[in-house]
Structure formats: C-alpha cells, structure tokens
Nanobody
Framework: VQLQASGGGSVQAGGSLRLSCTVSGGTFRSYTLGWFRQAPGQEREFVAAIRWRGGTSHADSVKGRFTMSRDNAKSTAYLQMNDLKLEDTAVYYC??????????????????????WGQGTLVTVSS
C-alpha cells in the first residue's frame, strides 16, 4: 500500500488547513489510518486516527481543533485543522495499519501498530 499526504503549507496562527492522505493499493476501507507529526528536534507524536470499522481518536493537544475523517469512495482520509497554533508546526505523516486490524481505540496512538507510512507534508504556523 502507498500513502500520499498533501495539503500542507504556511498559515497564520488561528487559521485552518485540511490535510489529505490518499491511499493506493489494497482495499482502502480495510485500513485503520492515523496522522502523526514531528516537529524539529522532537520525536514523532500521535495526532489522530480513524478505524476501518469506525471510531476516531484525537490527541488531547488537538481535541476540539482537529478532526479526522475518511471517504472510502475516494480512498482518502482527511485531517481538518482549525485554530492552528505555533506549536502545531511540524511535518505531518499519514500511516496505515494492516488490513482489517483488530486495533482498539486505546491502541490507535501506538506507532508500532502502523505498518505503512507516507512521506509527510509540512505545516508551518506563524504569528
């Protein structure tokens, strides 16, 4: 499976962006998908995820501001980011688990659950 992240860019604090993750190969609806981010000098961290059978999880730092969704007909997952803050500046990566993963909601933030990763898209938030 191949993942292509897009939609990054530069935005002022308080602005919005929508990231897209297009998946090719395999059966899109069978994948649990996640967004992770890595800021300069920091470790990669969980942002949001959506299971193949429904259910989402968002990191506390983005709850109420970011929303992950998916469109199985378009083989694309989205991350709508509103009220962006300086600390949201990072490279954002999308990732997929193995097909029909039995992952439970509490495991969605675990990077080891994800077997395929996209190349990342840069989000820069300025004041």
């Amino acid at each position: 499976v191949q993942l292509q992240a897009s939609g990054g860019g530069s935005v002022q604090a308080g602005g919005s962006l929508r990231l897209s993750c297009t998946v090719s190969g395999g059966t899109f609806r069978s994948y649990t998908l996640g967004w992770f981010r890595q800021a300069p000098g920091q470790e990669r961290e969980f942002v949001a995820a959506i299971r193949w059978r429904g259910g989402t999880s968002h990191a506390d730092s983005v709850k109420g501001r970011f929303t992950m969704s998916r469109d199985n007909a378009k083989s694309t997952a989205y991350l709508q980011m509103n009220d962006l803050k300086l600390e949201d500046t990072a490279v954002y990566y999308c990732a997929a688990t193995k097909p029909y993963s039995g992952i439970i909601l509490s495991q969605l933030s675990a990077q080891y659950e994800y077997t395929d990763w996209g190349q990342g898209t840069l989000v820069t938030v300025s004041s």
